[in-house]
Every structure is written in C-alpha cells, then in structure tokens.
C-alpha cells in the first residue's frame, strides 16, 4: 500500500522545507501530486505535505504546530518520532487516508 511516488520526490520536498525554500517546495508538492493516484491513502500522504507546508511557511511560530517544536538536531527524537507514526500507518483500526498522513510523517521523520 505503499505511495507509487518517487521516494526521490518527496526527499527533496522535505529537504527543501527544512530550508525554507518555500517556492521550490511548493513546485516538489505540486509534482507530487500530479504523480498520485486517486486513492484516499494518497489523499492523506498529501494532505500531510501540504500540512507540513503551511505550518513551516507561517512565521508565528505556532506552539502547537508539530514543526515548529522539531529540534533537527536530536536524532534519538526524531527516530522515536518515526517508530511512533509508522505504528499508526500499521494500524489497521486506522482507515486508509490516516494512514496515508501518518506515512507521509514517518518519511519525513526518516527523511530529516
């Protein structure tokens, strides 16, 4: 059930984020999609990455968004944060679209 994206893709969007190239990101996200099946996994990978994308553009530091508090330098974090959204796309009381955002948040994790 895996996305039939280009890995390659979506690394570049996260890296690009991270960055702060917003309108290079924003054209990776667009390529991204227009490669995407219609599935409601897919729906919720993007979903995701447009998440993603909104919460790092915004500049007000939001305290609740999940971004903003990422420390990219603590690697143990970032790898439990990893283990923790791969259990949500495993979990099969999770419908396909949540599961699709959770992939899409383990990648990054994996990815960062």
Not at 9 to 27: G, H, I, K, S, Y
Not at 60 to 80: G, I, M, P, R, W
Request: with cysteine; aromatic share 14%.
């Amino acid at each position: 059930m895996k996305m039939p994206v280009p890995s390659a893709l979506v690394t570049r969007f996260f890296q690009l984020l991270v960055n702060r190239q917003f309108a290079e990101a924003e054209r990776e996200m667009e390529r991204i999609k227009q490669k995407m099946h219609k599935t409601e996994w897919n729906r919720g990978y993007f979903r995701a990455l447009y998440g993603m994308f909104l919460a790092r553009q915004s500049n007000n530091n939001d305290s609740y968004a999940f971004f903003s508090k990422l420390d990219l330098s603590d690697k143990a974090t970032l790898h439990a944060h990893r283990r923790e959204f791969s259990d949500h796309v495993r979990n099969r009381l999770h419908g396909d679209f949540d599961r699709g955002f959770f992939s899409a948040w383990a990648d990054c994790m994996r990815v960062l």
